[in-house]
């Protein structure tokens, strides 16, 4: 059986997948070939990450899948309802990534307040000639400690995030569609645990109360962040996403930037991906990085290994 990781797939997960017996290839095929291919070489598997969509015209074209993995957790470049009523099986790695996305909001969340992105833009232009008035422009920092953070959406990132902010002592505010209550469960030293319980509240209040934003939900069709939510929000709020591009109206955002309602922005998601607008790329408040938040070695390697596992334990009724 021939599997295509055609956005990748770590070495792990090839090692797991050759050796119960199965072929990988990873050559990387470009979208409007994607159907000759699969059918010419019978691929079973087609794996994805965020680059390669597989719609029903792909579905309905290639009828050799047999399954549809996504290394990650969104599944909407993946038309998912309509491949399982054919009969396919959808896949994806919703828990392996979480720790690695946590961490680059905190990147973003720690290059903000001591204003990281923009020193590492002007320091080598500069930084020899303008040092002490650099030094002075950039003395303005403030610490997370003690701020509030908000947490828009409490799943299995939203939780991760949690746990990073309780550590470093920032206080905690959420909402959640589907989450009452969460318990956040601190690890520590020679087996220490802490566990935090969180109630969510209406996002009304998260917008409102927070000096700090992330946003930890699925793409939607409208933007949740827009001029509307900017407008309660405190003054100088930082605002971060790292789930989807759209999440956050991006003229918004530039807007509540210019006017100093927001004091900073770190985005690793936009809203016309792989081209991100111009004016977003330029404005020296954004801290930017290019869809990133799963791309850490380990992450890659516990996905690899999970999507192999659950290909193995489908198409060779293996108990994983």
Do not use: W
């Not at 990450?49 to 993946?78: F, H, Q, W, Y």
């Not at 610490?143 to 470093?168: D, H």
């Not at 109360?209 to 900017?230: C, M, R, W, Y």
């Amino acid at each position: 059986m021939k599997v295509l990781a055609n956005d990748g797939i770590s070495q792990s997960g090839i090692n797991a997948l050759k050796k119960a017996g199965f072929e990988v290839i990873v050559t990387k095929v470009a979208q409007e070939q994607l159907k000759n291919y699969i059918n010419e070489e019978k691929i079973d598997v087609i794996l994805v990450r965020s680059a390669t969509e597989v719609r029903k015209d792909l579905i309905d074209a290639c009828p050799s899948l047999k399954i549809i993995g996504r290394g990650g957790v969104g599944m909407d470049n993946i038309d998912v309802e309509y491949a399982r009523k054919k009969g396919l099986k959808v896949i994806n790695t919703p828990a392996s990534s979480s720790g690695s996305v946590a961490e680059l909001v905190f990147a973003h969340l720690f290059g903000g307040v001591r204003y990281l992105h923009d020193s590492n833009r002007i320091m080598p232009l500069s930084g020899d000639t303008q040092f002490k008035a650099l030094k002075k422009n950039y003395s303005g920092g403030t610490e997370l400690r003690g701020k509030t953070l908000g947490i828009i959406g409490l799943g299995r990132i939203g939780r991760e995030v949690a746990k990073i902010a309780l550590g470093i002592g920032m206080k905690v505010i959420a909402s959640d569609d589907h989450v009452g209550e969460a318990d956040i469960t601190l690890h520590f030293y020679n087996d220490q645990v802490v566990t935090i319980p969180i109630k969510t509240e209406p996002v009304k209040d998260v917008i409102r109360d927070s000096d700090f934003i992330t946003v930890h939900i699925p793409a939607q069709k409208k933007p949740v962040l827009g001029e509307k939510e900017f407008e309660m929000m405190k003054d100088g709020v930082g605002i971060i996403n790292t789930s989807r591009g759209g999440i956050v109206d991006e003229v918004a955002l530039v807007e509540a930037l210019k006017n100093g309602k927001v004091a900073f922005a770190g985005l690793d998601v936009f809203e016309n991906e792989p081209t991100p607008a111009l004016q977003i790329l330029m404005d020296q408040r954004i801290s930017l990085t290019p869809h990133i938040g799963a791309a850490t070695k380990e992450a890659q390697d516990r996905i690899g290994t999970e999507l192999a596992l659950q290909i193995i334990s489908i198409l060779k009724g293996e108990t994983v």
